[in-house]
């Protein structure tokens, strides 16, 4: 099994102090940046949008993993890949024409990921899970950090698991929401590749230990 990916959620950071919350996780165990973008119309909260994640990219030395909670994200996509975004993440949701915007996404040149709300059955994947690189399964109601986990999450990861292999697709499962110590390795045990964790980490007195320990309870 390959070592989980931990994506610290830069919603929860300090945005009074940003450079020194980047710079925590450049240098710790994390993989990626985890940045959520909210337009207060998908999702019931405004959180930052291009001029915050061009200083954030200035400073990030690891990928930049782009959650975008916006209708119509089609408009965005060559913004982002300038921005510097890896891998580029929209809602089911939000697309009418999903498949038309996962290529969009790829021919920028950025990894094209799909989030599903808590409600979304991850049957309605299977027709584009060869062209997903990573799914955002949410396991929160998108919009706010801090919330508690969903325990139908376990359930759905295993469902999608399966699809993914039935096809011989390479999508990784990524976990957004509630993830905690308390969640971590039952999530990577029923299929998990991905952790999303905001308020955990940045929370925490030691930051930089609890993502170390997160990699560790999830080998
Ligand atoms: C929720 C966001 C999450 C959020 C996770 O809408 O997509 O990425 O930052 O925060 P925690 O880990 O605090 O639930
Ligand atoms: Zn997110």
Known sequence: MNETIIAPSILAADFANLQRDVEMINNSKAQWFHLDVMDGVFVPNISFGMPV????????????????????????????????????????EACTHLHRTLQAIKAEGMQAGVAINPHTNVSLLEDTIADIDLVCMMSVNPGFGGQSFIE????????????????????????????????????????????????????????????????????
């Open 53 to 92: 994640i061009k200083g954030i990219s200035r400073h990030a030395k690891k990928p930049l993993d782009v959650h975008l909670m916006i209708v119509d994200p089609d408009r965005y996509i060559k913004e982002f890949a300038t921005l510097g975004a890896a891998v580029l993440t929209v809602h089911y």
């Open 152 to 219: 139908n999450t376990y359930k759905k990861v295993r469902a999608l698991k399966e699809i993914i292999n039935a096809n011989g697709a390479k999508t990784k499962i990524e976990i957004d929401g509630g993830v905690t110590d308390k969640n971590a390795k039952q999530l990577v045990e029923a299929g998990a590749d991905v952790l999303v964790a905001g308020s955990f980490v940045f929370g925490a007195k030691n930051p930089t230990e609890t993502i170390e320990n997160l990699i560790k309870m999830t080998k």
